[in-house]
């Protein structure tokens, strides 16, 4: 009897799993151009596990409505409730696909929606700061730093953010290092 009620139990929750995970291709299809009526209503009807990923390398819907700079899709998904520290592959976070993005508004949508500024990939420790010396803009630097990146935390070779810059043409350098000084 015991092994039957067991038994029910996992059969159960298996069956709330699959229903609380959506179509892989639907969500990437829906993420493409959806406006945010459309994100919302398909995850209301769909009962979506918001932060469940899509491919191999841990994405969720969040990142691959950043990655198709779909800002309306970014802001539904987060007022729904999906993670802004979701923890993806190697630890990048959707504010790491942001900067990569270089989509400022999409950074301060995440950023308001408590999304990590100090987080770090697990391999190299490299944190969103250092990417977005690497990757962006200086307004996102900027706006990474005035909302509490850390200037002195460290990669796993102990460089800094500052000496990411160095890494960059050198027309570059120069805004970048302004960037990066506190106001």
């Known amino acids: 009897m015991k092994i039957k ?31 945010a009526p459309a994100v919302v209503t398909y995850v209301k009807n769909q009962h979506c596990d918001l932060n469940q990923s899509l ?14 700079r779909n800002r309306a899709a970014v802001q539904a998904l987060l007022q729904s409730g999906a993670n802004p520290n979701a923890d993806g592959y190697d630890g990048n976070t959707p504010l790491f696909y942001a900067v990569a993005a270089k989509d400022l508004g999409i950074v301060e949508d995440l950023i308001a929606r408590g999304a990590d500024v100090n987080a770090s990939t697990r391999t190299s420790e490299i944190t969103v700061l250092m990417a ?9 630097v900027a706006y990474l730093v005035a909302h509490g990146a850390s200037l ?10 500052i000496n990411y810059v160095d890494k960059l043409p050198t027309k570059r350098q120069a805004a970048i290092r302004a960037a990066l000084k506190k106001r």
């Open 5 to 35: 009620f067991l038994l029910s139990i996992g059969a159960l929750l298996l069956a709330q799993q699959a229903l609380a995970a959506c179509d892989k291709d639907g969500w990437r299809q829906l993420l493409r151009h959806a406006d």
């Open 55 to 68: 491919d191999d390398v841990s994405k969720t819907p969040l990142v691959y409505a950043i990655d198709g």
């Open 132 to 140: 977005a010396v690497l990757d962006s803009t200086p307004a996102i």
């Open 152 to 161: 002195d935390d460290t990669d796993k070779y102990g460089h800094k953010a």
